[in-house]
């Protein structure tokens, strides 16, 4: 089966700096996605996006956060001052379907464990 | 978005069936039923999405009931590998909601 792939498996960094958390969706996908965990609680949603632009984000991701996609492999979600509190398991989903499809199966990768100090 | 209500942990033993209910009195016409599994450390994983009255596929079974105020994930003879985190969610169905949410999930224990 095909799968999502996220670089680093793990990050740890300095309250402060920037991170660059790596995805790389399922080739023909068109919808793409990032979510969080923090231990022990919930996955939260974080941002949608299709078509190079953002389609939803939560109140969590805040100026912060932003997301790209360089090329036509990869896609990435950057912090760009890390707190404490960013500290969390980091996944990105990708979904192939268009929007008038039914099929709403996202497909996620092991995730990015994010520490921050 | 239709809010979801579930038990917040379950045990069974090995080889039994297992049933996860789920509330969600405040679904649309146009929105469907989906549930994802998790893994600890790992990414949740699509297991079955529904509309109306069965689906069945090599995993689960998911029943909805006529009014669609509730549906229930059956896992037939469970094993110790199917200790989870089980997620029930609600999403639009046309035009496609991206705002894909997350609910708190049930804690599934199975024993030996």
Partial sequence: EPEVTQTPSHQVT???QEVILRCVPISNHLYFYWYRQILGQKV???VSFYNNEI???????DDQ????????SNFT???????????AMYFCASRSQDRASTNEKLFFGSGTQLSVL | LAKTTQPISMDSY??????????????????????????????????????KTKVTNEVASLFIPADRKSSTLSLPRVSLSDTAVYYCLVGRLIPRDDKIIFGKGTRLHILP
């Avoid at chain 1, 389609?55 to 991701?61: A, L, N, V, Y």
Wanted: proline residues 4%.
């Fill in chain 1, 14 to 16: 300095q309250m402060g």
């Fill in chain 1, 44 to 46: 939260e949603f974080l």
């Fill in chain 1, 55 to 61: 389609s939803e984000k939560s109140e969590i991701f």
């Fill in chain 1, 65 to 72: 956060f932003s997301v790209e996609r360089p090329d036509g």
């Fill in chain 1, 77 to 87: 979600l950057k912090i760009r001052s890390t707190k404490l509190e960013d500290s």
């Fill in chain 2, 14 to 51: 090995e080889g039994q069936e297992v049933n996860i209910t789920c509330s969600h009195n405040n679904i649309a016409t146009n929105d469907y039923i989906t549930w994802y599994q998790q893994f600890p450390s790992q990414g949740p994983r699509f297991i079955i999405q529904g509309y």
